[in-house]
């Protein structure tokens, strides 16, 4: 199966005037409208002047007006309620081209680096790992006795703006190295510690590669030295990427980044109902996450396409995850590279049971969460924040005809103040409506009349 997924542009926004493109236009003659009229050079109704706002999302003062501008208009604190009211779609359409420019700008200042931190502390997993090297001992982060949780962005736990340390952090982090110091000295005597001082003569590479190999900071040397202060012969970027993913220690980066990345922690966080999905059990969801992690891995150790993550004829599977999916021909439990048919409806990330089971609810399969999931994981353009105070739909009476999930949703799109965000959530989320709960292929949808309403 084919999907097509457009990479967004990261760009970030900075004009003088809202008369450089047609939408900041249309958002121009809103905020004349409905909200210039109390937030002017004369009146600043709540602190907030709007008449003179300029489109510079560069600017940290002038994004967080255009925020605090569209939580107002989100809530419907703005326009006040004396006043005539926008329609929905006019308040979806600047709430949307807002969150745009709001994102596109986070983006920027991500990939140019140009948010500072105080500081920057090591995840969990990275201080074990850090542990391991330096002294030889094996300390579990993730135990009774370890770290607190590291809290994640969008999944990811290297962001350093949101690793924050806390009295709490300070005291496990005592406790951790007291820990793992009494080990290390039970093995061995004392480490010898060392202070590396860097000077013209630690920087000839060429002449000391051994010595720097032995001391074991060879890495160090390659990374943060030679490329900074000299040239050699000897210095090649691709190279040395290719060499260190080559050595053992990679294998945490493989494991790790598609958990991250594609949120494979929530895998389990809603368990599947038992009496809808009898034969879902712990090996199942173990070999789910499996099949992505290992998809990835084999992707990375080939260089391969990034469109295979899209779109492949082929998976890694074992005997319990193949016969979930209804292919033959697959025996024991290691993950093996498997030839994928059409007929067998996978192909790519998006059709593996780990992430539509993800993006499930434990008894039916959700369209919005895939939807959502898929714009934010994938497409990397995450759905609008809904507006305040909407409605549920009605629920529909018993005695009437039972509506199909497509017809809900087509009902979410019919409402106004809905259609904003459900017209980009439902086309990705019902391309796998073949797939339920657990990822499997179906066409009849599995009910069960405790969970028919």
Request: with cysteine; hydrophobic share 40%.
């Amino acid at each position: 199966m084919k999907f097509l997924v457009t990479a967004p542009l990261v760009s970030l926004l900075s004009l003088a005037s809202f008369s450089a493109t047609p939408p900041a236009k249309n958002v121009a003659a809103f905020l004349e409208a409905h909200c210039n009229k109390c937030h002017n050079e004369k009146k600043h109704k709540g602190d907030l002047r709007l008449d003179d706002l300029v489109v510079d999302f560069a600017s940290p003062a002038i994004m967080g007006h255009w925020e605090e501008s569209m939580n107002r208009i989100n809530s419907g604190d703005m326009p006040p309620e004396k006043e005539p009211r926008p329609k929905p779609e006019d308040i979806n359409a600047v709430a949307d081209w807002i969150a745009g420019q709001l994102r596109e700008a986070e983006a920027a200042r991500q990939a140019t680096g140009a948010d500072t931190v105080a500081f920057l502390k090591l995840t969990r997993d990275e201080y074990a790992n850090t542990i391991r090297d330096l002294l030889g001992v094996t300390f579990d982060p993730k135990g009774a006795a370890g770290l607190p949780e590291d809290p994640d962005w969008k999944g990811f736990e290297r962001i350093g703006s949101v690793l924050t340390l806390s009295p709490a952090h300070v005291e496990k982090y005592l406790a951790a190295a007291e820990m793992v110091l009494d080990e290390a000295l039970s093995l061995r005597p004392e480490p010898k510690r060392e202070n590396l001082v860097w000077t013209a003569w630690d920087m000839r590479w060429k002449d000391h590669k051994r010595e720097y190999e032995a001391r074991g900071i060879a890495d160090q040397v390659r990374i943060e030295i030679v490329p900074n202060n000299y040239t050699t012969d000897t210095w090649n970027l691709a190279a040395e990427v290719k060499r260190m993913l080559a050595d053992p220690k990679a294998k945490a980066f493989a494991e790790s980044f598609p958990r991250q990345w594609l949120q494979l922690r929530r895998v389990g966080m809603f368990p599947p109902d038992k009496v809808l999905y009898p034969d879902y059990d712990d090996n199942l969801e173990h070999s789910m996450v499996a099949e992505t992690v290992g998809f990835f891995t084999e992707v990375l150790h080939r260089n391969g396409s990034l469109r295979e993550f899209l779109d492949s004829d082929w998976t890694m599977l074992n005997e319990r995850l193949a016969m979930h999916y209804g292919i033959d021909g697959v025996r024991g439990d290691q993950m093996q590279r498997v030839s994928l048919k059409p007929g067998d409806h996978r192909g790519g990330l998006l059709t593996q049971g780990s992430v539509l089971s993800l993006t499930s609810d434990g008894t039916r399969h959700r369209p919005v969460h895939r939807g959502v999931w898929l714009l934010d994981a994938i497409i990397g353009k995450p759905a609008p924040p809904p507006p305040a105070n909407v409605p549920a739909l009605s629920t529909p009476d018993a005695k009437s005809k039972k509506t199909t999930v497509r017809e809900k949703l087509e009902a979410h799109r019919a409402d106004p103040n809905c259609n904003a965000c459900y017209t980009k959530i439902d086309p990705p989320g019902i391309a796998f409506d073949n797939y339920d709960a657990i990822g499997r292929w179906r066409r009849p949808e599995a009910r069960c009349e405790r969970h028919a309403q």
